[in-house]
């Protein structure tokens, strides 16, 4: 994000075939692994996808980076749930990485009901030489066995196998909307629309409420819980936001259930801006901390928020993301794209945000230059090494060659889910059935 912010190369692209995609290949989370070396997707249809960055060849420098799929999976299937005759999807509400212990990774996923826990692990080797069993893997009849032999170890072709560990089942009765672990790196909490709860990564059968804000009478709910994250390096505290615009940050020190937070971060509305949508429009989709854990990050409907964790009366920095959409407020309410819910992503040193707007456009700020640039997603820049140009959208009055006017915007793509590698300037960007992976321009 220096001078030339404009010059990011594309770095590779995992589509698909446009003729072929369903609603099931719609990616519906993406997320690298805390070394960056893995990307894992969800998508509607249940399935992970785990892409895996090429070592650097003598041969090949440039080489270096392309992300190739490792391992596919299937997560969830459908359900139904009989009691309350729901069907329950089998889309990937959210993925987050565990980190890596030895040579096997895992990973958390979820759907709306059903947390999973999942052991990718390289195979190699196979035993031969069973007492029981034929080479065909049939038993054999006891009585035809003479002699005993010691089964070996044979090599073979390297084989990459995704295996449940854990199944975190019956713990929400609302959709879980987001999962978050701890940096004890033993507990885990999952998130829905009235209650957040705390999981031991050992335990699958109980899991302790930490939030509830379910009233008593139903009727009386006001507001739900939108999304939720630990804070990266303090095991005891958390931050979540609502559907009103507000976050809490609560400590689990304090009390058992964390009804009462411990602070409470909220940006009056302006009376002069109060409309019709203004309720919708605050509603916080995507709450971050920080890598450092100073600073939250909140993005609701048409602005992105930089809040400092020590002060609570305003946000620190105010970024519109796509504020010439506040005059077509109406039509997006009528074609329901007002309640898409977008996320956001700081770079691997808190200096640039990076969210997704639509038309497939994502944006970024750079925090210390107050620069900003709108690039774009498709499929007719996703050569490979193609460099992205900035995009302008231009509301009213005249429109420039190089422009796009507000009113010839696709709202139908979108890109809501993003990453950011953890230490380099590599971008995972999902545009609806396509996964893009972009990095900074390579001398």
Avoid at 65 to 82: A, C, I, K, L
Avoid at 254 to 261: E, K, S, T, V
Avoid at 371 to 388: C, F, G, H, M, Q
Wanted: glycine residues 4%.
């Amino acid at each position: 994000m220096d001078d030339d912010i404009d010059t990011r190369k594309i770095n590779n692209s995992f589509l698909r075939d446009y003729n072929y995609a369903t609603e099931a290949d719609i990616i519906s989370t993406v997320e690298f692994n805390s070394t960056g070396e893995l990307l894992a997707t969800g998508d509607k249809g249940g399935r992970v996808v785990v892409f895996q960055r090429e070592q650097e060849s003598k041969s090949q420098p440039h080489r270096r980076g392309e992300y190739n799929v490792y391992s596919t999976f299937q997560s969830h299937e459908p359900e139904f749930d009989y009691l309350k005759s729901l069907e329950i999807e089998e889309k990937i509400n959210k993925i987050r990485w565990l980190p890596q212990q030895n040579a096997a990774y895992f990973l958390l996923s979820t759907n709306d009901k059903t947390v999973k826990l999942w052991k990718i692990s390289e195979r190699d080797k196979r035993p031969e030489g069973y007492n029981l069993k034929d080479e065909d893997g049939r038993m054999r009849d006891p009585a035809t066995i003479t002699t005993l032999r010691v089964p070996v170890l044979r090599p073979m072709d390297l084989m990459v196998e995704a295996t449940p560990r854990r199944i975190f089942s019956n713990g929400h009765t609302y959709h879980i909307n987001s999962i978050s672990v701890n940096s004890d790196y033993e507990t885990y909490m999952s998130t829905d629309d009235l209650r957040i709860n705390l999981w031991n990564l050992e335990i699958t059968n109980r899991s302790f409420n930490i939030v509830d804000i379910k009233p008593a009478n139903m009727e009386e709910l006001t507001e739900v819980i939108t999304a939720a994250e630990f804070h990266p390096n303090q095991c005891n505290t958390f931050v979540y936001s609502s559907s009103k615009g507000s976050i809490r940050l609560c400590d689990m020190r304090a009390a058992a259930l964390c009804d009462n937070h411990s602070k409470f971060f909220e940006e009056p509305e302006d009376p002069n801006n109060r409309s019709f949508f203004s309720e919708i429009i605050s509603s916080i989709s995507d709450v971050k901390f920080s890598h450092s854990g100073r600073y939250l990050m909140t993005r609701d409907y048409l602005t992105v928020r930089v809040w400092d964790v020590n002060m609570e009366c305003k946000p620190l920095e105010t970024y519109q993301v796509h504020d010439y959409l506040r005059g077509k407020l109406c039509s997006l309410y009528e074609n329901d794209c007002i309640f898409d819910k977008f996320e956001c992503v700081w770079n691997g040193s808190d200096s640039v945000i990076m969210t997704g707007s639509y038309n497939n456009f994502f944006r970024m700020f750079d925090r210390n230059t107050k620069r900003d640039v709108t690039l774009e997603a498709s499929r007719e820049n996703s050569k490979p090494r193609a460099i992205l140009k900035p995009r302008k959208v231009c509301v009213g009055g005249k429109r420039r060659k190089d422009e796009i006017s507000v009113d010839s915007l696709d709202f139908s793509k979108k890109i809501l889910h993003t990453a950011w590698h953890p230490s380099e300037n590599i971008i995972a960007v999902a545009a609806t059935n396509n996964l893009y992976i972009f990095q900074d321009k390579v001398n």
